[in-house]
């Protein structure tokens, strides 16, 4: 299973910050962004600016989403009862590559998705291989047993730079994630700061 480095790095170093706090991101290293053009002096953004930003870091944390992904997430959570920017969160988080993440069952939320789409997964007991299924309280996702082996999920479960966050229940030595309830936005262990109530302006004015 190849690995996708230069996306994630690329996402890192064109906002400026390591969103997934990862040991190796290059901003570690270089505080600025690629290209020849860098390290120019960034000028104060505008508020569409800020919020076009803050749209892109959390579509681009998610395995950098497609714009049409994204909408169609951001409306639905617009239909649902109660604050829009939670429910976005919400509803990200119940995306089962997202939860094979924050189980740790692999190292990066690239290497989610590539796991979900190659069979490695189940719900329930039952194969799912769509990265953007939606998992409900109280699912079970697991690991196959004959996945389980595999250099990637021992190299996850091994990872120290992020925990397993407390609404999902999670057993290694099985290899399966309970999902115990759809998190708050203070609930999700971003490495950096999330603004989704930025999100909503960026979509109410656009």
């Known amino acids: 299973m190849t690995k996708r480095t230069a996306a994630k790095y690329k996402i890192d170093r064109r906002m400026g910050e390591n969103i997934w706090g990862r040991a190796k991101s290059p901003l570690n290293k270089r505080e600025y962004g690629p290209g020849q053009h860098g390290q120019r002096r960034k000028g104060k953004l505008s508020d569409f600016g800020t919020q076009l930003r803050a749209k892109q870091k959390l579509k681009g944390y998610y395995g950098d989403l497609t714009e049409k992904q994204f909408r169609r997430i951001y409306a639905e959570a617009e239909r649902v009862k109660g604050d829009t920017g939670e429910n976005l969160v919400g509803l990200l988080e119940r995306r089962l590559d997202a939860i094979v ?88 262990p971003y490495a950096v700061q999330m603004e989704p109530n930025l999100v909503v302006e960026f979509y109410a004015k656009n």
């Open 101 to 188: 993440y924050r189980a740790k069952f692999v190292p990066t939320i690239f290497a989610a998705r590539q796991f979900v789409n190659h069979g490695h997964v189940t719900v329930n007991g039952q194969r799912v291989n769509i990265a953007s299924y939606r998992v409900k309280e109280g699912d079970v996702v697991a690991v196959r047993e004959r996945s389980r082996q595999l250099a990637i999920v021992l190299e996850a479960v091994a990872l120290t730079e992020r925990d397993v966050p407390d609404y999902l229940e999670v057993d290694h030595n099985k290899m399966t994630a309970t999902f115990v309830r759809t998190p708050a936005l203070g609930d999700v």
